[in-house]
């Protein structure tokens, strides 16, 4: 028998490389950015006292920092590059010198034209070093002028909220940001309830829905709790994957079915959400006037929301739709600073081992224009703090061994499954050799946090332009 499962092994692991091969070579000559890496990034910034420009001399992979006299807390460089052919890399990559600092930053397949490096990890206002080398692995960066890109997003007594689609989407996109300000409000749209079997070799009354909503609602409050400054935390109880049917029957949406029944009772479990009153159904206009009375109460000076162009999941586009029909109606003067957590057509971004260098994703839509763009650090603390912020969030843990603790092992057909589940992963694992891990254990820890903020006008017109269609058009040409 051992000896079967070690030849069934051996064969899975045989075919993960030949796929993880056969899909690399596509990535490059196909690739999922074709289109982006050849034409190169098409960020739009506008003309304001949140960003200063700096012409500087690229030569030989290096170039001198001249002193800057404006306030800044970001710093990007635009550049032109080009394919390696000497070296082509699965990965090309950017390591960032300065001093005796140094970080990585990994691109798109294929890079090559307009790409931004995002220095602010490295360099620091105040600690700015005399030059900055660049050196590449399957790229090349040639002698050239280039844009250094100074930002000032943010002040120190920010009054913060962040839109949270579903539990841990916060954690995951900015504890590094909301960790560091003392006036913070978590608001979470959904109880992240969606239908699961994960829990079902549990018995009881309670559904496998009930199981998943109240412990993710549950896990949120543990996962603030990592913070210095512990958050205010709201959970409005939506029903999970339905936010997008919700917006385009919102005039005669109203369910009150067994399934998405319990939003008042995820609500309970938060206590800073006691000004939030009970609802007697789930509608869109419910949605909207729940985040009315939050920003009329809380009257942030920055919100920070998935943007639906940039992120493609369903939940966090009309999310932050909600959000825009509820500042509509306020009278709120307010900055976005805009999220992805799924980014466009790959869930690999951003690229690179966790620790690696966040920095902007790629983009082509010339109609959408920023103000500026926020990197916010993190120390290894940090890093700490946010890898066990992220490990409170039972969805994003792996429950296989607590399930297969909890069934009978004498049991010769559930510990078959045992082993084609441990088959399955290893070929996972194999495969994520050519690409890059998907998990937010990955993703979520990198060196850095990237935001694109934007006035409350124009994120406005950035949500008119998704709920217009621009959004499809993009992913079509993506």
Not at 105 to 111: D, E, I, R, T
Not at 198 to 216: A, N, P
Not at 453 to 464: S, Y
């Amino acid at each position: 028998m051992k000896f079967l499962l070690f030849v069934a092994e051996a064969f899975l692991a045989g075919i993960a490389v030949v796929i993880g091969i056969v899909g690399q070579f596509y990535i490059q000559k196909k690739g999922e950015y074709s289109s982006i890496a050849k034409k190169g990034y098409k960020y739009q910034f506008a003309e304001s006292n949140n960003m200063h420009q700096q012409t500087v001399l690229i030569a030989d992979g290096k170039f001198l920092l001249a002193p800057v006299k404006n306030n800044w807390d970001s710093l990007v460089l635009k550049l032109f590059v080009a394919k390696n052919i000497l070296r082509k890399g699965i990965f090309p990559s950017v390591t960032i010198v300065s001093g005796e600092k140094s970080e990585v930053q990994y691109l798109v397949s294929g890079a090559r034209g307009i790409q931004y490096l995002n220095l602010s990890p490295v360099v620091t206002e105040g600690s700015c070093p005399d030059y900055i080398e660049l050196l590449c692995d399957g790229i090349r960066i040639a002698d050239q002028k280039a844009a250094l890109l100074y930002f000032d997003s943010i002040k120190k007594n920010e009054n913060i909220l962040v839109i949270a689609p579903h539990p841990d989407d916060a954690e995951i996109a900015a504890f590094g940001l909301y960790s560091k300000f003392q006036n913070v409000t978590l608001v979470h749209i959904t109880a992240g309830d969606s239908t699961s079997d994960k829990y079902s070799f549990l018995g009881g009354e309670l559904t496998q829905r009930q199981l998943l909503g109240f412990i993710r609602v549950i896990d949120t409050l543990a996962a603030s709790h990592w913070c210095e400054h512990v958050p205010d935390v709201l959970n409005l109880g939506y029903p999970d994957k339905l936010l997008k049917e919700m917006y385009e029957f919102r005039d005669n949406f109203e369910r009150n079915d067994s399934q998405i029944n319990d939003v008042n009772k995820y609500r309970t479990y938060c206590k800073c959400a006691k000004n939030i009153a009970p609802i007697a159904s789930v509608s869109w206009k419910e949605l909207v006037n729940d985040l009315i009375i939050i920003l009329n109460e809380y009257s942030p000076t920055i919100i920070v929301t998935p943007h639906p162009m940039m992120d493609l999941h369903p939940d966090h586009q009309y999310a932050t739709v909600a959000l825009a029909d509820a500042l509509k109606k306020c009278q709120l003067n307010t900055d976005i600073f805009f999220y992805t957590n799924h980014a466009i057509s790959s869930e690999e971004i951003p690229y690179g081992p966790a620790g690696s260098i966040h920095s902007l994703v790629p983009w082509d839509n010339e109609q959408l224009v920023f103000k500026s763009v926020y990197s916010q650090t993190l120390s290894d603390t940090d890093i700490q703090r946010k890898f066990m912020s992220l490990y409170s969030m039972s969805e994003l843990r792996n429950i296989d061994c607590e399930r297969n603790k909890f069934l009978d092992r004498g049991n010769i057909k559930k510990r078959i499954r045992g082993y084609i589940r441990k088959c399955i992963n290893s070929v996972k694992e194999l495969t994520s050799i050519f690409r890059f891990d998907e998990s937010f254990f990955r993703r979520g820890l990198m060196k850095n946090e990237i935001f694109y903020c934007t006035t409350k006008n124009e994120a406005i017109k950035h949500i008119d332009l998704f709920l217009n269609g621009n959004a499809d058009d993009f992913d079509k040409k993506g």
